[in-house]
Structure formats: structure tokens, C-alpha cells
Nanobody
Framework: QVKLVESGGGLVQPGGSLRLSCSAS????????MNWVRRAPGKGLEWVSI????????YYADSVKGRFTISKDNAKNMVYLQMNSLKPEDTAVYYC???????WGQGIQVTVSS
């Protein structure tokens, strides 16, 4: 019943932009803090960003600060990650996550390459 599904990934050139979406079901995004986490090739999980319940507070890893923006659309029960000025080192599988419940999506591939 409780499920997260990421979408919007793909291949993009360095300097390009991509918008990831996280569709939630079985719970409401508006009452939960929501994470984006990523795993680059050969590396462990790296926390990327988090947004609080009503979207008034957001936090970012230093590696993405100023380039990525996390947001919510409570009416659609969705979480987004707008990724701008993408770098090859952003290449990873990106996961949507509800941290206090340890709920994870299946992950979506983002590849930044020319």
C-alpha cells in the first residue's frame, strides 16, 4: 500500500537540467519529511536533500547546493528534485525516501555525459 515511485531520469549533457518526480501512495507527502538520496557507481548512499512537512524548510548536501531544488506538490502528493547545471559526478541512481519510516522508491537512473 505504501509506495514511492521515481520518474523523470535519463541521460543529460553536462550543464543540462533534469527534473525528478516522486509519486507517493498510501500516505500523504504533506505530513512527512521527504528525502532524496543517491548512489553513484561504486560508491555508497549519499544524502542529497530533504524537505519538511509543509515545505517551508529545505536542506541540501554541499555537493548539490545552489544547483538542486527540492519541492512538494501536496495536491498531487508528489515530491520533486529539480537538478540544474548537472555535472558528470551527479551520475547516480536517485531514490525518494521517507526517512522516519525507511520507505524507499525503486530508484531512477540519472546519467550526465556528453
Amino acid at each position: 500500500q505504501v509506495k514511492l515511485v521515481e520518474s523523470g531520469g535519463g541521460l543529460v549533457q553536462p550543464g543540462g537540467s533534469l527534473r525528478l518526480s516522486c509519486s507517493a501512495s498510501g500516505f500523504t507527502v504533506s505530513t512527512n519529511w521527504m528525502n532524496w538520496v543517491r548512489r553513484a557507481p561504486g560508491k555508497g548512499l549519499e544524502w542529497v536533500s530533504i524537505i519538511n512537512t509543509d515545505g517551508t524548510n529545505t536542506y541540501y548536501a554541499d555537493s548539490v547546493k545552489g544547483r538542486f531544488t527540492i519541492s512538494k506538490d501536496n495536491a498531487k502528493n508528489m515530491v520533486y528534485l529539480q537538478m540544474n547545471s548537472l555535472k558528470p559526478e551527479d551520475t547516480a541512481v536517485y531514490y525518494c525516501n521517507v526517512p522516519i519510516w525507511n520507505i524507499w522508491g525503486q530508484g531512477i537512473q540519472v546519467t550526465v555525459s556528453s
